[in-house]
């Protein structure tokens, strides 16, 4: 997450897949930690030191159960990131992926397809960058 640009109003929640207090950041990202535009969240507890597979999955799933939607560039089938899915579109949540061949499996168990371009340029449910409700933690 390096480069967070200071001037940005965007607030972010980087949420490791180890304890928060094993994350080190950069002196930009401390700033905007004091400004209150990133939130580092972590689910695991001190003795979670590094990252593996499996807590990047347990990670994985505790942001898809907070978020209205979920953004999943690709998902190998029958991998991880697939399972996320999958789970996400059985409680009802909203998955989007690229509209790409590659994704075709993705798209057909209920994922919604999306073009990068118009979310570059902010034609896709009116953001700027990402469709407004992606990675945003519901109000439940």
């Known amino acids: ?20 207090q094993w994350v080190s950041l950069d002196p930009d990202q401390q700033e905007a930690v004091e400004q209150g535009r990133l939130l580092v969240l972590s689910i695991f507890g001190p003795e979670a030191t590094k990252a ?34 999958t789970r996400s579109l059985g409680v009802g949540r909203k998955v989007l992926t690229f509209d790409d061949d590659q994704n075709t ?3 057909e168990l209920g994922a919604s397809p ?4 118009e979310i570059v340029r902010g034609q896709h449910e009116g953001s700027s960058l990402i469709p407004s409700s992606v990675g945003r933690a519901s109000s439940r």
């Open 52 to 85: 593996t597979p499996d807590l990047a999955v347990r990670r994985n799933e505790f942001v898809a159960a907070l978020a209205d939607a979920v953004f999943v560039p690709h998902a190998v089938p029958g991998g991880k990131a697939e399972a996320t899915a």
């Open 114 to 117: 999306v073009d990068v371009c």
């Open 105 to 107: 499996r993705l798209i």
């Open 1 to 20: 997450m390096s480069g967070l640009p200071a001037s940005s109003a965007q607030p972010v929640i980087l949420c490791p897949a180890l304890g928060a």
